[in-house]
Every structure is written in C-alpha cells, then in structure tokens.
C-alpha cells in the first residue's frame, strides 16, 4: 500500500484541488468534504487494489486513523457533537466535481480541464529525478468496461449514456474479437531510450474516450500537447494499431512536434508493395531499386528471440537501413519531404549508378583536321579504306546493363524472348509444308523451335502409283440355285426378273 503523505504530496504538486475548489460551488454551510479529500480518497481506493466505486471511496476514508481523519475533514465537529462523513455527503461532492469538469453536451470525450487535471496528476507522480530520465513512450489502448448495463435493445436510456460498444480481444481460440459496453483507455508508459540506462515504466500520459470514437484521434492531441509543458517527445512505440491510421490523425502531428514514431507495421504492409517512380516501397519507406530483396522482406523479431537473435535481426535491419532513400530536406507544412539516392550519398556501392572513380573521358585534346570533301572514285579502284581508318567506322554504343531484378519470372522471361527476336537475331527456322497448305489442323510436328519441323505425314499428299491390275473373279455358276423368299416381304415384286 502506498503512504498517505505520497499520495498527498502528489496532489499537492498537482495543484489540480485548489483549481476544482475554485469551481465549486460555495453556499452559507461550508461542505464537509472537500474536493482535496475526495481526490485523496480515490487513490486510496486505487492504490489498494479496490474497485472505482464510490462506496470503496467513503470506506477508505473512514478506515483513516483518527488523527488523519479530522486533519482531512472526514470527522467534523457539530452543534452535537463530532460527525463522521457519510456516503451521502461523498455522492454530493462528487455530483458537484463531475459538473465543473465535464462538459454541458457529453460527446464520449473528456472535456479539456479534466484532461488537464489529469496530466497534472500523472505527471505529479513521476519523481523528480526521473522526469529527464527518458523521452520515449510506449503508447497502446485497452478496453475498460463500463459500470452500467447496456441499454435495451428494443431503445432506451442507460445510467451511462455515454458509454458505447466496442471491439476487445479475449485471448480465446474460438473468437478472436467479442463486444464490451464501456471506453477505450489509451495510455503512454515511459520506457528506456535507445542505448540508454534503465527506467520504471510508468504512466506518464492517459485518457478515456467513448467506444464509438476512434481511440486514436482521441489520444494525439494529449501527446502533442506534452512539449508546450516543458516535456521533448522522443521515440513512440506503438503496434500495428497505430501504422495503418489516416496521417493527420496520428504521423503528422506527432512528427510536427518532434517525435520519432517507431511502429509495428500493420501485415499487409510488410515487404515489398510496389514502386514509386523506380524506387522500390517497401515496410512503409522508399529504397534503392537494387536492394536484395531478402533484406526487403525481414520479419519481425519473435518475442522469445535469444540476444544472438537479437543481434543478427539487428545487423539484417542496420543493412537494409543502408539502402533506404535518406533524407535530404526538412518536412514541409504537409510533411512531405524530399529523399536521396543511398549510392549518391555515400552509403552504398550501387550497380545501377557509376561508380565516382571510374575512368572517364579524358580531357579535351586538339580538334582534328578537316578533310577535303570526296572525290569520284575511278571505277578501277579498289574501294579499300585509307591508311589509319576502319572500313567500318566504330559506333558509339551504350552499356547495356542486365534486367532489372524487380520484374517477375514470367516477365523477365518474355523480356529475353522479346530481346533476343531483335531484326538481327531472329533465326528462320526451316519448315517442310504440305503442298496443299498448312489449313489442316496440327499440320506440322510440335518439336521444339531448335529444330527442324517435317510436316505430319496424315497431312501430306501420296505420290501418284502405278495402275493396280484387276481382281480375279470367280466364274459364274451354270445353274444358280434360287433366290430363297422372303417371308416377311410380302408380295412384294423382284427388282430383276429373268426374261
């Protein structure tokens, strides 16, 4: 359990009672709890392990010593005697601390003074010593239940109306999401920075928003706010919740403000997705077209990595980092910004780009000295070049590198068919066609395109032969039998009769 003098120490740095005192309402009897003793006996009850109710707060506070109690206002002195406070009088106080901190038309938001009570407090309870000790965050949203039930589903009201439903993870194989009635709450944890010494991780930064809001939206203008009080943002850690957001909800303004937003990306954006005016997109960057792609395509480190794991993720990260775009100016209002060829800064040798101590052209010499124009040439001469010329002169010819690696198989494949069918070439084949013409199907074999094609032998024409000679036939009979009838003809007549 937390000392009461912490928890009143870290009020008092707050300075959030004396601003909610302030706004208050005061009539002719002063109240008996004040709105410092309130906020004291909320984080007791929170300290402790005890639900947020508000009968866990008033037990809290009863449960003081007695010296404590009448130092806090929790037992008073009447007309009749010494009063102990009720929970009534608690449940009027609060009534009257919800009103002056929320807003006249809830929204599912919290109001800008009660988010700026609550900064003041979070950031009360850091120790001094501790405020410097790290500019990185760690940011995530969690579901947080609400304590009313959920409206009918036939229309109604609840005791919480600006509850909603949402979307949680259940940690269960079967149903991977389940519905909840209440908030988001999104929170930022102070973690080491990189290569830095060790801190507590506690909570620096939080707020609450409806479910029917984006939490995300809801938690940047609280982060953003953080250097006009005096506090540099440095690195934020966020999951893959966080990297697929519209940019001006959530990159922008924290890139504005001067942080470095190192995130999860969402798995759909892993790997290489495409180009961009030849640079390859790839893990949310821009890189060199002739990065391996086994450095585009590095997955992230499992949570049960080993340190040499670690270490070899590291080392496969810091490669690829050397064949991203760099930076070369500022961001603009949009935070837009221009990049670099990695090769023309000096980071990387690349294929694609000449190296800068390659022999080049030498230096400018004497211009030649013109010839005369050509004669006729004397039709008994022998057209051969003059002394110290080619017949044919040497052209002027460009390296022609190999593909481009980033092209599919298929496509690298019809690449080389089509080069190698170039007017100079392409190889004619031999084929052998029936003299009626290839219109029958399958006409030719299906050989290979190296080899010659001899016409289906079903589709060739037979040479004209000699004239085969008559068949024997056997002689007539000279008393042929007669025909049998046909009972199932009937009468009918025979074709040839003999006369």
């Known amino acids: 359990m937390v000392p009461l003098p912490a928890l009143e120490a870290v009020i008092d740095a707050s300075g959030a009672a004396p601003r909610i005192e302030a706004l208050l309402p005061s009539g002719a009897r002063p109240r008996q709890l ?7 006996g909320m984080m007791i009850a929170a300290a402790d392990g005890r639900p947020a109710h508000l009968t866990r707060v008033h037990q809290a506070l009863a449960a003081l010593g007695e010296d404590q109690r009448r130092r806090l206002g929790v037992v008073a002195d ?10 009534r009088q608690a449940e009027y106080t609060f009534r009257l601390v919800t009103r002056a901190l929320g807003k006249d038309e809830p929204d599912g938001l919290p109001s800008a003074l009660l988010q700026r009570t609550c900064d003041d407090l979070l950031e009360a309870s850091i120790p001094a010593e501790l405020k410097n000790a790290s500019r990185s965050l760690a940011v995530d949203w969690s579901d947080l239940q609400s304590f009313s039930r959920p409206p009918p589903s036939k229309g109604g009201s609840c005791a919480d109306p600006e509850a909603s439903w949402g979307h949680r993870r259940n940690n269960l194989r079967h149903d991977e999401d389940e519905l ?24 620096r930064r939080m707020t609450a928003s409806s479910c029917r809001h984006d939490p995300v939206p809801a938690f940047t203008p609280v ?24 940019p001006r909800n959530w990159a922008s303004p924290l890139r504005q403000a001067g942080a470095a937003l190192i995130q999860d990306l969402h798995p759909s954006d892993r790997g290489p997705r495409g180009t961009h005016q030849g640079a390859i997109i790839a ?13 585009l395509e590095i997955a992230p480190l499992a949570r049960a990595a080993t340190p040499a794991q670690a270490a070899a993720h590291d080392a496969r990260t810091a490669e690829a980092a050397r064949h991203k775009l760099g930076r070369l100016t500022a961001d603009d209002e949009d935070g837009c910004h221009r990049v670099q060829c990695p090769a023309a800064a000096g980071k990387i040798r690349c294929p694609l780009r000449p190296r800068l101590d390659e022999a080049g052209p030498g230096p400018p010499g004497d211009p030649a000295t013109p010839r005369g124009p050509a004669g006729l040439l004397h039709p008994a001469h022998h057209h051969r070049p003059a002394r110290g010329e080619r017949e044919d002169r040497a052209e002027a010819r460009l390296p022609v590198g190999g593909l481009a690696p980033l092209l599919q198989q298929a496509q690298r494949r019809r690449a080389r068919l089509r080069h190698r069918q170039g007017p100079r070439q392409q190889r004619h084949l031999p084929r052998l066609v029936p003299p009626h013409g290839p219109r029958a199907p399958r006409a030719l074999h299906r050989h290979p395109a190296h080899r010659p094609q001899p016409a289906h032998p079903h589709c060739l024409g037979r040479p004209p032969g000699g004239k085969r000679p008559p068949r024997r ?27």
């Open 473 to 499: 036939q056997r002689p007539a009979p000279q008393d042929p039998a007669p025909t049998p009838k046909d009972r199932n003809r009937g009468h009918c007549r025979p074709a040839l009769a003999p006369r």
């Open 180 to 203: 909840f009635f209440g908030y988001y709450l999104s929170d930022a944890i102070m973690v080491p920075d990189e290569q830095g010494p060790p801190v507590p991780e506690t909570a």
């Open 78 to 87: 009447w007309k009749g005697g010494p009063h102990q406070l009720t929970c």
């Open 34 to 40: 004040s709105a410092r003793t309130l906020l004291l």
């Open 283 to 295: 893990n949310g960057s821009l890189y060199c077209p002739g990065t391996p792609r086994t450095l």
């Open 223 to 246: 982060l953003t706010a953080m250097p006009g009080d005096g506090i540099p943002l440095g690195d934020i850690l966020s999951d893959s919740g966080y990297s697929h957001r519209v």
